[in-house]
C-alpha cells in the first residue's frame, strides 16, 4: 500500500494538542498554536485538544492542573480557534484516548519506545524513578491522533519523532491485522519557529517547565517582562551578519532572529537583510516591541476568558462531546478487528 493510497481514503482531518504542564510559552504559540489558527479552514477538520492525560505523567498539582487546562483553551480561543468551525476539547473528557491507548501499548514494541529522545531527555539519569507513563507517552500520543483518523499533525520539531513512531504504530497495526484502518499520519513541521531555543542557552529548547522563568517569554507575560527577558537574553558580541550563513555557529543569535521572523510572518533572510549591521541594542528592543504588539492582544483576551472558567469548561464539554461522536465508532471498529467481543 502507497501512502498516497493510504491517505487518499480519508477525510483530510487535522488533530494537534498542549500538555497543561504550566504557564504557556512562545515556543508553543509560534511552533504549534498560531499554526493550529493558520490550518483552520476549508481544507481540513480541524480538531485542537488540551492534553491533560499527557500532562499527568509528571506530577501536577490538581488545582494547578485545573488552572493550566483552562489555561491552553483560553490560549486557543484568544489566539484565534473558533470552537465552531474547530472542535476543541480536553483529552480525559473522551475516554477512548486511554482506551486506544492501550491497544496501542499492546503494538508498539518497547525497543521503539527505547529509542523516544524526549524520554531520555526528560528522564536524564533516573529513568527507573520515572513514571510508566512517561514511557508510554508517545503510545497514547499516537491514540490521540489516530482515534480521529488524522491526515496532519502540526508540532513543533521536537515531536517529529513521535509523529513518525504514530506512522510505526498505524503500518503495524495495519500490517497485522491484514486492514487499511489507520491513515499513515503527516506531519507538519513548517516555519522559522519550529523549535524556538532557551533564551538562556541556545541549543536547549523553549520549555515551559525549564528550570529558570528568564530562559522563556511567557503568553502571559506582560510588556516589562518581555522587554527585560529579550534584553537579557544571552547573545554574542558581534552585530548581526548580512546573510544567514554568518548565523550558523552563533545559535542564540539566529534563534532571535527565528523568532523575529516567526512573529513578523517574514523568513529569516528577510529579516536579516533588514537587520544587517545592526547591534543587540537595536535589535533586542525592536523584537521585544514585535513581540509585546503580537502577545498583548492575545494575553489581555486570555485573561478576560480566565474570568469565567465556567464558560471554558462549556466549550470544553461541548468540544468532548463532537469529539466523541467520531472517536467511538472508530474505537468500537478497533476492538472489533482486534477480536474484543463487544
Ligand atoms: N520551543 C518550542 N519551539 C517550537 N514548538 C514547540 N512546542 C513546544 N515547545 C516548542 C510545540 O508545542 C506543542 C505542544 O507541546 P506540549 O506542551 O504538548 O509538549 P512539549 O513539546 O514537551 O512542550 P514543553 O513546553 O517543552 O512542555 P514541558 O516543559 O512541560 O515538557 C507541540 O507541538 C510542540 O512541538
Request: glycine share 6%; with cysteine; aromatic share 8%.
Amino acid at each position: 500500500m502507497t501512502e498516497a493510497a493510504s491517505q487518499s481514503q480519508f477525510t483530510p482531518r487535522v488533530f494537534s494538542g498542549i500538555k497543561p504542564s504550566g504557564g504557556l510559552t512562545l515556543g508553543n504559540y509560534l511552533g504549534a498554536i498560531k499554526r493550529f489558527v493558520e490550518m483552520q479552514g476549508p481544507d481540513f477538520e480541524t480538531l485542537y485538544c488540551v492534553v491533560d492525560l499527557h500532562a499527568i505523567t509528571v506530577w501536577q498539582d490538581p488545582a494547578e492542573l485545573r488552572t493550566a487546562t483552562r489555561e491552553v483553551a483560553a490560549s486557543y480561543l484568544a489566539s484565534g480557534i473558533d470552537p465552531e468551525k474547530s472542535i476543541l476539547f480536553n483529552q480525559s473528557q473522551v475516554s477512548q484516548h486511554a482506551e486506544l491507548g492501550w491497544i496501542f501499548n499492546c503494538v508498539a514494541r518497547v525497543g521503539w519506545m527505547n529509542r523516544m529522545t524526549q524520554f531520555k531527555e526528560k528522564a536524564g539519569k533516573n529513568a527507573e524513578k520515572q513514571s510508566l507513563g512517561l514511557y508510554a507517552y508517545p503510545s497514547l500520543m499516537a491514540a490521540d491522533i489516530l482515534l480521529y483518523h488524522a491526515t496532519h499533525v502540526p508540532v513543533g520539531e521536537d515531536q517529529k519523532q513521535h509523529v513518525e513512531l504514530t506512522r510505526d504504530i498505524a503500518a503495524k497495526f495495519n500490517h497485522d491485522y491484514k486492514t487499511e484502518f489507520f491513515p499513515l499520519t503527516t506531519p507538519v513541521i513548517e516555519g522559522p519557529a519550529m523549535r524556538v531555543m532557551n533564551l538562556r542557552d541556545g541549543t536547549k529548547k523553549m520549555s515551559k517547565s525549564g528550570e529558570s522563568d528568564m530562559e522563556r517569554i511567557n503568553m502571559l507575560d506582560d510588556a516589562d517582562t518581555i522587554a527585560k527577558k529579550f534584553r537579557k537574553a544571552r547573545t554574542d558580541p558581534e552585530a548581526l551578519p548580512d546573510t544567514l550563513d554568518g548565523l550558523k555557529e552563533r545559535p542564540e543569535a539566529r534563534n532571535l532572529v527565528d523568532i523575529y521572523a516567526a512573529l513578523s510572518d517574514q523568513s529569516p533572510e528577510a529579516v536579516i537583510t533588514e537587520y544587517a549591521g545592526a547591534g543587540w541594542g537595536q535589535f533586542k528592543p525592536a523584537l521585544a516591541d514585535l513581540a509585546v504588539e503580537k502577545l498583548a492582544p492575545i494575553s489581555s483576551e486570555m485573561q478576560r476568558l480566565l474570568d469565567d472558567p465556567a464558560e471554558i469548561d462549556r466549550i470544553l464539554a461541548r468540544g468532548s462531546e463532537r469529539a466523541r461522536a467520531i472517536a467511538a465508532p472508530i474505537l468500537e471498529r478497533t476492538y472489533e478487528i482486534v477480536g474484543l467481543v463487544r
